[in-house]
């Protein structure tokens, strides 16, 4: 069960976030709007957030998930790849030891964007990314293993992140698309595949027994509540056009 979520506001720069949709240009009043209903629905679940102050000075900073991993026995500040998104870790080594008395921290050469790892039980999946490294991926499964913690990697081909195109539901519900509809390590779960149509809806997220879903992708919405889940719906259109999901939004645990 997660108890506690922290998400960071959206700043005006969020319109110069990096893309390679040809969505457009998130409207940034509509982003805020998006965002204090995404707030809304983890208070609904019971989670307590923090929010955190805007970061004009990265765009991109409102995906807070890429830069900390939060597992329940330590948080693992990263490397996010990209010079235009390094920043963002500062500060967040004094957020998170208002939580956790143990704080790990990816190190140059590696490059790791938690939106690269999946959190499945006590196995971690690393994506190998255009934004993790194999560097990244090692120094991961270095230090989970000191907390009892396993790691496996799992090589990209298109994604941007793992989690752009899996989201492990738990009680062994996994849902895919894309290229990781193949992919091996994942034969074992009861996957639910995601129609390349709908393949945004393949990042949704599980809280506390419900499952967020972007709104929109209605043969997803009715997959996910076969498997007996009930599901949340959230507009998160001005985030999709800076390549973002719902788990980006948050660090849950
Ligand atoms: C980026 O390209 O870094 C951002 N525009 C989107 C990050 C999305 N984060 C995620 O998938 N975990």
Same mark, same amino acid.
């Given at each position: @069960? ?29 982003? &805020?709007? !998006? ?11 019971? &989670? ?8 004009? &000075? ?5 995906? &807070? ?13 990263? !490397? ?11 500060? @967040?080594?004094?957020? /998170? ?9 990816? /190190?140059?050469?590696? +490059? ?5 790892? @999946? ?9 190998? %990314? ?8 090692? !120094?991961?499964?270095?230090?989970? %293993? $000191?907390? $009892?913690? +396993?790691?496996?990697? =799992?090589?990209?081909?298109? @994604? ?8 492990? /539901? ?10 990781? =509809?193949? +992919? ?35 043969? +997803?919405? $009715? ?25 980006? /939004?948050?660090?849950?645990?």
């Amino acid at each position: @069960m997660f108890r506690y979520a922290i998400v960071r506001s959206p700043g005006p720069s969020i319109i110069d976030g990096i893309t390679s949709s040809s969505l457009g240009k998130p409207v940034y009043t509509l982003a &805020l709007e !998006q965002h204090t209903k995404y707030v809304e629905a983890l208070e609904n679940l019971r &989670l307590e957030v923090q929010i955190l102050p805007e970061k004009e &000075l990265f765009p991109d900073s409102a995906f &807070l998930e890429d830069v900390a991993l939060c597992t329940p026995s330590c948080a693992i500040i990263t !490397q996010p790849a990209l010079f235009s998104r390094r920043g963002e870790i500062e500060g @967040m080594k004094e957020v /998170l030891a208002e939580y956790y008395s143990t704080i790990e921290e990816i /190190l140059p050469p590696a +490059t790791l964007e938690a939106g690269d790892v @999946m959190m499945a039980g006590n196995h971690f999946f690393i994506g190998i %990314s255009n934004r993790t490294n194999t560097e990244g991926a090692d !120094q991961l499964i270095k230090i989970l %293993s $000191k907390y $009892k913690l +396993t790691g496996s990697k =799992i090589p990209l081909e298109k @994604m941007l992140h793992l989690k752009s195109g899996v989201s492990y /539901l738990e009680n062994n519900n996994m849902l895919v698309s894309g290229e990781f =509809i193949k +992919t091996k390590e994942f034969e074992s779960y009861n996957r639910i595949i995601i129609a390349d149509e709908e393949c945004y809806a393949a990042n949704s997220v599980w809280i506390n027994g419900k499952v967020l879903i972007p709104e929109g992708f209605p043969d +997803t919405r $009715k997959k996910i509540e076969k498997a007996g889940y009930e599901t949340i719906l959230l507009n998160v259109s001005e985030f999709r056009k800076i390549d973002g999901g719902l788990s980006c /939004l948050s660090l849950r645990f």
